[in-house]
């Protein structure tokens, strides 16, 4: 079975940056893995952020950043702002049709 | 503009059935990947099932394989997903979400969900 793992919560300062990693219980994430990741605000839908490790959906800022950092994914914000403070998920794609989220991160910015 | 809009949630014991729809706007429907996401409340998302865009390829998490149906019907721009055999940890928020297949394997837009609540 596989085991998506986030930081069950991480905090950064207004204007700070900050760098969520997503990796596997057993084993390494590489781009095969298709790494994506959502924002997600209380009582809100999910909002794409990056697909393909790397690649900012349509109107996303480019304060944030996706990469494969040593074994895992990374979502990397630059210049944290008040808004950003939500819930964060990734999620692999493991093949033969099958996804499987990470826990999410809650992130604060204080 | 793309819209994705879930219906059908509601109150079901448990063993009981429910049927999700989810109705599609702003985009060629007949030209995507869809999927199913859940959310158990004050949990994470979990990925539930995908279909194909001519409906024929369809996948299942392990937890609903058996029990839920996902379909699609590409005329109505409309995608379903049935769902027997309803447990207590099927209570979730569900969402419809546009998948990209071969060109990402990830969910570009996302509906507001439907709550199901499974429940004597």
């Known amino acids: 079975q596989t085991v998506v793992t986030q930081e069950p919560s991480f905090s950064v300062s207004p204007g700070g940056t900050v760098t969520l990693t997503c990796g596997l219980s057993?084993?390494?994430?590489?781009?095969?893995?298709?790494p994506s990741w959502y924002q997600q605000t209380p009582g809100q839908a999910p909002r794409t952020l990056i697909y393909s490790t790397n690649t900012r959906s349509s109107g996303v800022p480019d304060r944030f950043s996706g990469s494969i950092l040593g074994n895992k994914a990374a979502l990397t914000i630059t210049g944290a702002q008040a808004d950003d403070e939500s819930d964060y998920y990734c999620v692999l794609y493991v093949g033969s049709g099958l996804w499987v989220f990470g826990g999410g991160t809650r992130l604060t910015v204080l | 503009e793309v819209q994705l809009v879930e219906s059908g949630g509601g109150l079901v014991q448990p063993g009981g059935s429910l049927r999700l729809s989810c109705a599609a706007s702003g985009f060629t429907f007949i030209y995507y990947e869809m999927s199913w996401v859940r959310q158990a409340p004050g949990r994470g998302l979990e990925w539930v099932s995908y279909i194909g865009s001519s409906g024929f390829t369809i996948y299942y998490a392990d937890s609903v394989k058996g029990r839920f149906t996902i379909s699609r019907d590409n005329a109505k721009n409309s995608l379903y997903l049935q769902m027997n055999s309803l447990r207590a940890e099927d209570t979730a928020v569900y969402y419809c979400?546009?998948?990209?297949?071969?060109?990402?394997?990830?969910?570009?837009?996302w509906g507001q969900g439907t709550l199901v609540t499974v429940s004597s």
């Open positions: 979400a546009r998948t990209r297949g071969r060109t990402g394997w990830y969910f570009d837009y």
């Open positions: 057993s084993g390494s994430v590489s781009t095969s893995y298709y």
